[in-house]
Nanobody, 114 residues
Framework: VQLQASGGGLVQAGGSLTLSCTVS????????MGWYRQAPGKERELVAG???????TYADSVKGRFTLSRDNTKRTAYLQMNSLKPEDTAVYYC?????????WGEGTQVTVSS
């Protein structure tokens, strides 16, 4: 199982970015997917997660600004990030739970300038 993340970059405050995470491998289903982030000097934290039933969970700091969705046919999760703030600057990591095992993708840098 491999996770390929993309979509990071540099954006001004108030701007938008969309992160994508695609799972590949010989699997039939993905239990859950999510995005975490880690800012310099801070611990990795949950940004948003989504289960099989499309129930989503968001960190309080991103509620109303970020939207997580998944396309099961493409094995891809999308994190739409709007109204970005400088404090959203971090390396964002995709996570997938497959048959009870946890997999991480390589991080993608998101930088929000003020």
């Amino acid at each position: 199982v491999q996770l390929q993340a993309s979509g990071g970059g540099l954006v001004q405050a108030g701007g938008s970015l969309t992160l994508s995470c695609t799972v590949s491998g010989s699997i039939f289903s993905i239990n859950a997917m999510g995005w975490y982030r880690q800012a310099p000097g801070k611990e990795r934290e949950l940004v948003a997660g989504i289960g099989n039933g499309a129930v989503t969970t968001y960190a309080d700091s991103v509620k109303g600004r970020f939207t997580l969705s998944r396309d099961n046919t493409k094995r891809t999760a999308y994190l739409q990030m709007n109204s970005l703030k400088p404090e959203d600057t971090a390396v964002y990591y995709c996570k997938a739970v497959v048959y009870g095992e946890i997999y991480w993708g390589e991080g993608t840098q998101v930088t929000v300038s003020s």
